[in-house]
């Protein structure tokens, strides 16, 4: 069997996926551009991390009748979050109430020529009401998220008539490629935390593989990304119900794919649940078991991680961007080896052990809404070292399966 592993900016995860298929025997070959697949190759792991060049890879490999890992389907299924929320309710998941607006900027040959702010006030307080979370229709990674707490933060917007669209100017308030469908608009679900819920489907098999939670520093954290600065904290066990909300909204998924698309044999799929409670000092214990491990993950993890990123920068500069050299490179596995220890000291650490019982039991108390499913799982730190420790073979047991 060939494989063929599609990156663009390799990180530890696409390593560990490469190491894998090498002590598996695979066939394995590196694609760097989505234009060069050829129908040499049996399966394809979609690992790309430009999304328009992912989905574009995957409809080449459609032409020439390949597997790919995940197809086109389920890649655009996934980034569409308006369609995403439709099936999801139409198939009695829950998820966050929402509505889909005009943007609030008018924009024109790069300069803002308007605001829509009573159209857009309107449809909040006639639809959801305040507080809501603004989102783009496309985007992800925690990305110009907004948290609107009353119309003044809407108002203060105005300013900007007149003026020409700038980087501290939200992408997701004008048209433009991650929000081209209008604001996705949701009511702000309080919480501490969310969870990152690993599903796997293969043929009609649906099953849980674990979870990451990721914890705010404090209340004002909307969107719960690590690489925006939350607290990684694997949970050894979650309530059944989180289980059955993940397994179901995958399941949600395919039917909404299979409406449309052919049915995929294989998938791995991130469910991003958020457990929501309104008692404050539930959120506020988190927070608080959350901030004695601050210092840890700044100092150590951080600094592991950018000297894990710096070997591997300087890596794959001296061997010419050859992935499987690198894989075998002594100085990258040294330095992989180090990150992992630093991680298992995270999880020996007293405040760690803590959290997860006190994340356990908020999750006992909350209402659990589904957010986002994504089909390119970053599990190369935080969700190996804490939650699935074997995940990269997982990623290319499923793939293989796709066959």
């Given amino acids: 069997?060939?494989?063929?592993?599609?990156?663009?900016?390799?990180?530890?995860?696409?390593?560990?996926i490469l190491q894998a298929l090498l002590e598996k025997d695979i066939d394995a070959t590196v694609l760097y551009d989505p234009r060069s697949v050829t129908d040499g190759h049996d399966v394809i792991i979609n690992r790309l991390l430009d999304r328009l060049n992912r989905?574009?890879?995957a409809q080449y490999a459609g032409?020439?009748?390949?597997?790919?890992?995940?197809?086109?389907?389920?890649?655009?299924?996934?980034?569409?979050?308006p369609l995403v929320k439709q099936v999801l309710v139409q198939s009695g998941v829950s998820t966050a109430p929402y509505v889909i607006s005009r943007h609030l900027l008018r924009v024109s040959d790069g300069e803002v020529k308007g605001i829509l702010l009573q159209e857009v006030a309107r449809t909040i307080e006639d639809e959801i009401g305040l507080p809501v979370v603004i989102k783009p229709t496309e985007a992800s990674r925690g990305k110009d998220i907004l948290l609107i707490k009353s119309l003044d933060d809407l108002k203060f917007y105005k300013d900007r008539i007149g003026h020409p669209v700038t980087p501290d100017t939200p992408?997701?308030?004008?048209?433009?490629?991650?929000?081209?469908?209008?604001?996705?608009?949701?009511?702000?679900?309080p919480h501490a935390l969310d969870l990152r819920v690993l599903v796997q489907k293969i043929d009609d098999g649906i099953k849980y593989l674990g979870t990451l939670a990721r914890v705010a520093e404090d209340e004002e954290r909307v969107a719960k990304n690590t690489a925006l600065g939350s607290i990684p904290v694997g949970l050894d066990d979650v309530p059944e119900y989180i289980k059955q909300m993940a397994i179901n909204s995958v399941r949600a998924m395919m039917a909404g794919i299979e409406r449309v698309y052919q049915p995929s044999r294989s998938l791995l799929i991130g469910v991003d649940i958020i457990p929501s409670t309104e008692d404050v000092e539930a959120r506020q214990e988190v927070y608080s078991g959350a901030s004695r491990l601050v210092d840890y993950k700044r100092g150590r993890i951080e600094d592991a991680k950018t000297e894990l990123q710096r070997i591997l920068k300087g890596r794959l500069s001296s061997h010419k961007r050859n992935l499987l050299a690198v894989s075998q490179d002594e100085e990258f596995l040294r330095s992989v080896r180090y990150f992992d220890e630093v991680f298992g000291e995270f999880k020996s650490l007293p405040a760690y052990q803590s959290l997860q019982k006190v994340i356990q039991q908020y999750l006992l108390g909350a209402t659990s809404y589904v957010g986002e499913l994504n089909p390119r799982v970053d599990f190369g730190t935080n969700t190996r070292n804490l939650s699935i420790p074997r995940l990269h073979y997982m990623i290319v047991d499923t793939a293989l399966l796709s066959v």
């Fill in 171 to 189: 992408s997701v308030l004008y048209p433009n490629m991650t929000s081209p469908d209008g604001m996705l608009i949701e009511k702000y679900l």
């Fill in 1 to 16: 069997m060939r494989v063929a592993l599609a990156v663009d900016h390799p990180v530890i995860d696409e390593l560990l």
């Fill in 63 to 81: 032409v020439y009748g390949l597997n790919v890992f995940h197809p086109y389907s389920v890649e655009d299924f996934c980034r569409r979050k």
């Fill in 55 to 57: 989905l574009r890879l």
